[in-house]
């Protein structure tokens, strides 16, 4: 590989959509071109190729990527060399067709895949189009690892489990990430020292179902809460998170670590998705809302000021008003300080997408109502933490001259007005204020 300088590389724009685990992915999409000469850039307009990072989850977010692939065409038109890519849970799902719905795309990349990334840039580089969206057997993640040593932002994300078998009615992820894979323990803690060396102090491990891991360690398997444990033993890591947990992966070992885990923060994403046992099991879930409501009793004895969030589908087929009045109830019940939620959408293929729909104004109508309901919960909580000290770990400037802005335990956005707040550093905040969407506080010294 030539030892290119910078006048002489390409710029790769990468346009990321979806969760957590694209942004994750889009950075070794780059630490990989990175080896094929190539530097990212954060606008389209002088890029060499761009690389679309997508998500198939609800059709909105699919179609987006057709509409603004569309937007290329002028910058294509002037720079007949530049190489339009299609990666993420859509290239998965519509390979093939993404290239006959738009002639302008050269490549197109499933998440399995990614580590052939640059033989496939090098293939569209003699003109030819390329399409990979297999599920090969080698470790993507070995051959994705960049060399990069540059100093980093003081939050990483580290994808340690991928894929899903829970297969939920409504759900595409099984099918664009496949079958559920851990990383191994060596491997996972590898790169978690090396983002501790780059300047990381906070770490979110990821996975579709994060709680299911079970890595590879010595002669047996490790489970989420083991791993937790090893990176606990990390020097220079201060706080550990994950997500996205199911509630029937909530292992004994893994609430514990909630109540005795230095570093583990106190927040935990438990989506439910409804609080009817009628759509729960239409929904395929395996869990009912009685369950789901002892674990959170459980947890919250392990720890009582753990911060809840969840996810909420609202419209799913069949769902009477009585029905979303239990999901109401249960929300009541639980009291989230976070939560997110959709309206219903046909996924084609999904077994929900052959089920009777509900009325669209209704389902509207009852996602306002559930985000009204929410939003007064995340308010209320929020608010209780005037007068409180929290624990800051700064990301960086504020909006405002002089502040500093970063995370608290409970991964509110906190900022402060003070010189001594440095980013990458956490100090100890008392909340003076609650606004919008973040708290003001003062450094103070306990
Ligand atoms: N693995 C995670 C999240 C998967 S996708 C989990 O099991 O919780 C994130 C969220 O998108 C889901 O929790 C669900 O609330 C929502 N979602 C998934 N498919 C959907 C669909 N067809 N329509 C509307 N929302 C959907
Ligand atoms: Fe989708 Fe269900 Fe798997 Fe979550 S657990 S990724 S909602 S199929
Ligand atoms: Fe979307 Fe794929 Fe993530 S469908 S939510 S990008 S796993």
Redesign the pocket.
Known sequence: MADNTTADKKKLFIKTYG?QMNVYDSERMAEAMGGAGYETTDTPDDADMILLNTCH???KAAEKVYSELGRFKGLKADNPDLKIGVAGCVAQAEGKEIMRRQPLVDLVVGPQAYHRLPEMEAKTQQGVKALDTDFPEEDKFEKLKGRSKAKRAPTAFLTVQEG?D?F?A????PYTRGAEVSRPVDRVLTEARDLVERGVREITLL???VNAYHGAHNSGDMTLAGLIWELNKVDGLERIRFT???PNDMMDDLIEAHGSCDKLMPYL???V?SGSNKILKRMNRNHDRESYIKLIERIRAARPDILLSG???VG?PEETEQDFQDTMDLIEEVKYGQA????????PG?P?AERPLVDDAEASERLYRLQALIAQQQRAIQDSMVGRNVNVLFEKPGRLEGQMVGKSEYLHAVHVADANAKIGEIKRVRIVESERNSLGGVLVSD
Not at 340 to 347: A, H
Request: aromatic share 18%; proline share 3%.
């Open positions: 969760c989850i609800r059709e899903c829970k939920c409504f759900c595409v992820v996975g579709q179902n996205t947990s199911h994403h438990l989506p998705q996810d909420f589908i799913f997110f939620s959709f309206k219903y959408s046909t996924r999904t929900a």
